[in-house]
């Protein structure tokens, strides 16, 4: 099967419309799933976003589009239904988190990311939610994470930014980014060390 790709301008010239219905349809396709792994280079995955976290990040989708912010409250509310997937005791997610996704203070207000990462912390006591966090920079000699990933069981990859997303089907394309994901799990800290590292940066926030 050939992996898709799609530019959002290509879809509906009312992005505002488009934003709660992508949000929707994201989710409909989490749930053909039961096992999530996530690399993110960025931010904060979507599974676990604050509402107010959520609303900065897509907001500032928006703003780089040149675009108003309208809609964006109704996407949020349709993005924070993917964490219920965590507690219907089907769904398992493993995140790793770089250390510029647990340090980007998106839409500019530092509270906003305390409060995030302080649900981070919270979730990382969740059965279903393995979290771990990488300690510097460095991401190994063979590796060069270039994006933010999802593998959803071993079936797809989503790929995604602000200006397309793409899914990843063909199985030996899956296969090196679960290589890739595997790889960052074994430089990534865990539990206590994990925890470190981001209270580390909440005390930078106050």
Known sequence: MANFHQRYADITPDFAAF???????????????????????????????????????????RRAKGQTTEGVDIAVAERR????????????????????????????????????????????????????VMRDFNYGPNLWPQDTFYILDSAQVLLENPIEHTKV??????????????????????????KYLIRDVLDSLT
Do not use: C
Not at 36 to 60: H, K, N
């Open 19 to 61: 934003l709660a219905e992508h949000q929707r349809n994201v989710l409909v396709n989490y749930k053909t799933a039961t096992r999530y792994r996530v690399f993110d280079i960025v931010g904060i995955p979507g599974f676990l976003q604050t509402p107010e976290y959520a609303r900065a990040m897509l907001s500032s989708i």
């Open 81 to 132: 239904k993917r964490e219920e997937l965590l507690h219907d005791g089907e769904h398992t997610l493993d995140i790793v988190l770089s250390q510029p996704a647990i340090r980007h203070v998106i839409g500019g207000d530092p509270a906003v990311l305390a409060g995030q990462l302080l649900h981070v912390l919270t979730a990382m006591d969740w059965p279903s939610v393995t979290i771990g």
């Open 169 to 194: 089907l063909e199985p030996e394309d899956i296969a090196v980014y679960e290589r890739i994901f595997q790889s960052l799990t074994e430089l990534a800290a865990y539990g206590d060390e994990a």
